[in-house]
C-alpha cells in the first residue's frame, strides 16, 4: 500500500530566493468567508531548513517570525 502512495508522489524542492505562495489555513482570521482566497502572496523563501520547512519573508523584505512547514507552500509561476 505504501509503495502504491509513494509512486504517485512528487517531492517539492524549494531554494533561496524561490518565491512561493502560502497556504491560508482555516483557523486564521484571513480564513473566514466562503469566497476568500486559499492562497496569500507571493513570498520569497529566505531560507531552507533540511526538515522541509521554509523560514519566508514577503516583498518588502519583513521576515516571517516562524518557519512554514512543505506542506503548506507552493511555488508561484510569475
Known amino acids: 500500500m505504501a509503495r502504491a502512495y509513494n509512486k504517485k ?5 524549494f531554494e533561496a530566493g524561490q518565491l512561493v ?3 491560508l489555513l482555516p483557523h486564521q482570521v484571513e480564513a473566514k468567508d466562503k469566497f ?3 492562497w496569500q502572496g507571493p513570498f520569497v523563501a529566505k531560507k531552507v531548513l533540511p526538515n522541509e520547512a521554509l523560514y519566508l519573508t514577503d516583498i518588502d523584505g519583513k521576515m516571517a517570525e516562524m518557519a512554514i512547514n512543505v506542506d503548506a507552500v507552493k511555488r508561484y509561476y510569475v
Not at 508522489?9 to 524542492?13: F, I
Request: glycine letters at 0%; aromatic letters at 0%.
Open 9 to 13: 508522489v512528487r517531492p517539492r524542492n
Open 21 to 23: 505562495l502560502r497556504r
Open 36 to 38: 476568500s482566497p486559499n
